[in-house]
């Protein structure tokens, strides 16, 4: 059995999680009570993870040469790595989705596509200021999810909730890694905000937009009462709480730092929880014997 011994914080272990056999049975609304709009919703979040992602690795491996603490460069190292493996299983998962008849791939082309033309229009410090940015957004959600047992039930399906919670534990455990490079090359600290606040406006806008376009495929939004109940639902979870945003702007302050939003605490719980003795994700690692 493959088991994980508590660790420091600062370390950023590379799991090979393998979830993809376990999206087989999930159904078209997989989220609690079959809700329509938080099942589009995770979707969409999905979409754009694989190629975020890989845009994420690139940004900050071009100025990896540049960083000298050799903390950091392994740091780096265990993002990468991280990073790789979501990919991965987001893209399975969207794959599974796709089946059912979200737009997922499509979504997936299109944050490439997006991704792709920044990269080609801005300087690499400005797609490393953007990596900074969406990292603090993975790391909100992320700790959210950790730390909200409801936003866990809300994902459904046992496999969606593996597989959004092992990202969320390691989002968490990475959120400082593209911020520190950032730093460590001299970005400036009116870029990173103004970053921040053109990431927000654009990361809104994106979600919103597929999600309509999603909902509009989705013979489920046509049922009478169904998409009504469904919002009304929506805002009563913490996903629309004031505290959420206030978290997002925490960002926005000159001098901010991820380690100023205390984890430690819930990076170590739910590493125990998943990929400790007899944790609940650990015959998911690849060569353990239920993989
Ligand atoms: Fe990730
Ligand atoms: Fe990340």
């Known amino acids: ?10 370390s950023i272990p590379t799991r090979r999680v393998q979830l993809e056999a376990s999206f087989e049975d999930v159904p078209r609304h997989f989220a609690e009570g079959n809700d329509l709009l938080l099942s589009h919703l995770t979707v ?28 950091l460069k392994r740091q780096v190292a265990g993002f990468i790595g991280q ?9 399975a998962f969207n794959e599974r989705m796709e089946e059912l ?3 997922a791939k499509h979504f997936e082309r299109m944050t490439a596509r997006f991704l792709k033309l920044r990269e080609k229009l801005l300087p ?13 957004f993975t790391a909100t959600l992320g700790a959210l999810v950790l730390s909200d047992e409801s936003v866990r039930a809300s994902f459904g399906h046992p496999a969606v909730r593996d597989l959004f919670v092992w990202h969320a534990l390691e989002e968490t455990e990475h959120k400082a890694v593209a911020f520190d490079v950032y730093r460590a090359v001299g970005g400036p600290e009116w870029l990173r905000i103004l970053t921040m606040r053109t990431m927000r406006v654009l990361f809104v806008v994106g979600v919103v937009t597929q999600m309509l376009v999603s909902l509009a495929q989705d013979p489920g939004t046509f049922q009478r009462g169904r998409l009504r109940a ?19 702007r925490a960002y926005d302050r ?38």
């Open 254 to 291: 000159r001098g901010f730092h991820p380690s100023d939003i205390p984890t430690d605490d819930l990076v170590e719980t739910w590493r125990a929880r998943l990929f400790g003795e007899g944790g609940s994700m650990v015959d998911k690692l690849a060569g353990s014997q239920a993989a």
């Open 1 to 10: 059995m493959t088991t994980e011994r508590s660790q420091a914080p600062q």
């Open 230 to 248: 469904s919002w009304r639902h929506l805002r009563t979870t913490p996903l629309l709480r004031r505290a959420l945003w206030q978290e997002l």
């Open 44 to 71: 969409s979040l999905s979409s754009m993870f694989p190629d975020g992602e890989e845009f994420f690795v690139r940004s900050v491996r071009h100025f990896r040469d540049r960083i000298e603490d050799p903390v």
């Open 124 to 136: 690499p410090i400005a797609n490393l200021a953007a990596t900074a940015a969406l990292e603090h």
């Open 83 to 91: 990073e790789a493996v979501h990919g991965r299983e987001h893209r």
């Open 101 to 103: 008849g979200y737009p």
